[in-house]
Each structure stands twice: as structure tokens, then as C-alpha cells.
């Protein structure tokens, strides 16, 4: 039912937080620290196994204070999100909040992992303790807006995006495509084709504004147009480096609207195939 963010956003939200925890550590200490935690952190594209190297050999190190160790296991759970193994990554987040229970980004993670297990309420009362932790980070008010969407609770998950926009007007975060979706569901299709023609002109090229809009020209019965916007999706440059689930989207949306227009045997391959990515994709369209 929801839309996730992109993968290189959940490996780096807060640009500069390196170095900044960096900064409490001894000269001597940083050293060794700064280029694992970078690594780490994905800061050059590495891939979601090269995250974890990192992160397990940071993770090692006797030096790390309790800040430092937190936010290793954050980007390690990270890192397994990416490769769907979300039983590690639930065990990272775990460790990230024993390590430090005041760090917002621990709370955020492991609600991003409750996320994607779909257990709605343990990831809404994560996603409210990041906010009261650290009230100003709009992925966070995106997040949980999407698990008020589950809930079916449009009005909330619509505050929650506008408070994103708020504190992001830029919309790096692609909040907009996200208050498109919960406008879809809703079924106001006039306002949430506003906001995903918004969310195209802001991020041109990319695929995750043009499969909210393939979605929501599903909604509305209108297959071609919902169809040919998914095709764009899939072929947007950067719908590779997107993680399983973001992938997976655009695909099973275009099995469902070639199924609905009859083309059968073509909207089951294109299912099939979501379905091999992120097992559980057909719960985001219910």
C-alpha cells in the first residue's frame, strides 16, 4: 500500500552526520574510524555487500563510543535491507537502539524494517519515537506516513507529508509522489494527478514519481496511459539501482493493468517476475 524511498536516500539522510560523530573521537581514533564509517555509510555508491564489510569491520573495533557504534549497526541494517534479508537487518536495528536509545536514526531504522514486515503498529510506534527524538528529519514524517496509509488513515499520512514538505520544500525526498499515492487511495484522483505531474517536473528521469503515477491511472481505469507510464518507469536510468522492493513496484503495477485490460499471460509474467524480486510486493497495491 505504500511507497518506499529510494535506496541512496535510507544509506544517507543526514548529509554531514559522519563527520560530524567523527569529530568526538580522538585524532588517532578517527583516523582508523572515517574511512570505514563512509564506507559504511554508502557515501560512494558501494554496493549493499561493500556496506556491510564495512560496517562488520567497523562494528569490530574497540574504539567506537556508543554513538559511533549505533549508527555502524543503523547502515549495516541497512545495507541487509538492501539484499532483503530482513531478519539481519531487524537484529542490526536492535543493536543500533541498545547501543544509543537517544539516536533518532536507530528508532527510524528499525521502524523501516518493521516496515517492510509489515507489521504496521511496532513500526508506527518506532516512527513516533524518531519524530519525538529528532522532529525535524522529513524522511521520518514520510515513513510514517506511509503506515498511516496502511492503516488507512489518510488524513494523518497527508499532515505527515505536508510537514515533510515543509521541512524539505525542494522535495529531495519524493514526498510528493507520496501524497499522490495516499490521495489515490484515497480516491481523489484530480488532486493526486496534480501531485504526481508536480513530483515528474521536480525529478525528471527518475522512476519512482512515474510509477506513483502509473498507479494511480490504474486507480482511475486508465490502463494504456497506467501502462505506458510503467514502461517509462522500468526503462528510467535509474530504476536499477533502486532496492527490491522499488524495483519490483513498477513491475507487478504493469502485471496488474495488462491483466485488468486482458492481456493475461503478459500481466502474470510481469507479476511473476515483481514477485521473484520482493515476495511480498502485491501488498502494496491492496
Given at each position: 500500500?505504500?511507497?518506499?524511498?529510494?535506496?541512496?536516500?535510507?544509506?544517507?539522510?543526514?548529509?554531514?552526520?559522519?563527520?560530524?560523530?567523527?569529530?568526538?573521537?580522538?585524532?588517532?581514533?578517527?583516523?582508523?574510524?572515517?574511512?570505514?564509517?563512509?564506507?559504511?555509510?554508502?557515501?560512494?555508491n558501494e554496493t549493499d555487500d561493500e556496506m556491510i564489510a564495512a560496517c562488520t569491520s567497523l562494528i569490530a573495533l574497540p574504539q567506537l563510543d556508543a554513538?559511533?557504534?549505533?549508527?555502524?549497526?543503523?547502515?549495516?541494517?541497512?545495507?541487509?535491507?538492501?539484499?532483503?534479508?530482513?531478519?539481519?537487518?531487524?537484529?542490526?536495528?536492535?543493536?543500533?537502539?541498545?547501543?544509543?536509545?537517544?539516536?533518532?536514526?536507530?528508532?527510524?531504522?528499525?521502524?523501516?524494517?518493521?516496515?517492510?514486515?509489515?507489521?504496521?503498529?511496532?513500526?508506527?510506534?518506532?516512527?513516533?519515537?524518531?519524530?519525538?527524538?529528532?522532529?525535524?528529519?522529513?524522511?521520518?514524517?514520510?515513513?510514517?506516513?506511509?503506515?498511516?496509509?496502511?492503516?488507512?488513515?489518510?488524513?494523518?499520512?497527508?499532515?505527515?507529508?505536508?510537514?515533510?514538505?515543509?521541512?524539505?520544500?525542494?522535495?529531495?525526498?519524493?514526498?510528493?509522489?507520496?501524497?499522490?499515492?495516499?490521495?489515490?487511495?484515497?480516491?481523489?484522483?484530480?488532486?493526486?494527478?496534480?501531485?504526481?505531474?508536480?513530483?515528474i517536473q521536480m525529478h525528471p528521469r527518475e522512476s519512482y514519481p512515474l510509477s506513483g503515477l502509473g498507479f494511480l491511472y490504474y486507480k482511475w481505469g486508465?490502463?494504456?496511459?497506467?501502462?505506458?507510464?510503467?514502461?517509462?518507469?522500468?526503462?528510467?536510468?535509474?530504476?536499477?539501482?533502486?532496492?527490491?522492493?522499488?524495483?519490483?513496484?513498477?513491475?507487478?503495477?504493469?502485471?496488474?493493468?495488462?491483466?485488468?485490460?486482458?492481456?493475461?499471460?503478459?500481466?502474470?509474467?510481469?507479476?511473476?517476475?515483481?514477485i521473484a524480486i520482493a515476495k511480498s510486493i502485491a501488498f502494496d497495491f491492496e
Open positions: 500500500m505504500w511507497l518506499t524511498q529510494p535506496a541512496p536516500y535510507l544509506r544517507a539522510i543526514w548529509p554531514g552526520i559522519v563527520a560530524g560523530i567523527l569529530a568526538i573521537a580522538a585524532p588517532a581514533a578517527a583516523q582508523d574510524v572515517k574511512p570505514l564509517m563512509s564506507k559504511c555509510a554508502g557515501e560512494h554513538r559511533q557504534r549505533s549508527l555502524a549497526y543503523s547502515y549495516r541494517a541497512s545495507g541487509y535491507q538492501g539484499k532483503n534479508d530482513l531478519e539481519r537487518a531487524l537484529a542490526d536495528a536492535n543493536e543500533a537502539i541498545r547501543a544509543d536509545a537517544s539516536s533518532s536514526r536507530a528508532f527510524y531504522r528499525r521502524g523501516d524494517v518493521y516496515k517492510n514486515l509489515h507489521q504496521d503498529e511496532r513500526a508506527l510506534t518506532d516512527f513516533n519515537e524518531s519524530i519525538r527524538l529528532d522532529p525535524k528529519v522529513p524522511v521520518y514524517f514520510v515513513d510514517r506516513s506511509n503506515i498511516y496509509l496502511d492503516l488507512k488513515q489518510f488524513d494523518p499520512a497527508i499532515r505527515d507529508l505536508d510537514e515533510a514538505l515543509r521541512l524539505d520544500p525542494k522535495d529531495e525526498i519524493n514526498a510528493t509522489v507520496n501524497r499522490c499515492n495516499v490521495l489515490t487511495f484515497k480516491g481523489d484522483f484530480d488532486a493526486a494527478l496534480s501531485d504526481c505531474r508536480k513530483a486508465k490502463l494504456d496511459e497506467s501502462i505506458a507510464t510503467y514502461d517509462a518507469a522500468l526503462a528510467a536510468p535509474d530504476w536499477a539501482s533502486y532496492d527490491p522492493y522499488e524495483r519490483a513496484y513498477p513491475l507487478y503495477g504493469r502485471g496488474l493493468a495488462k491483466s485488468k485490460k486482458g492481456d493475461k499471460a503478459g500481466g502474470e509474467a510481469d507479476m511473476a517476475a515483481a
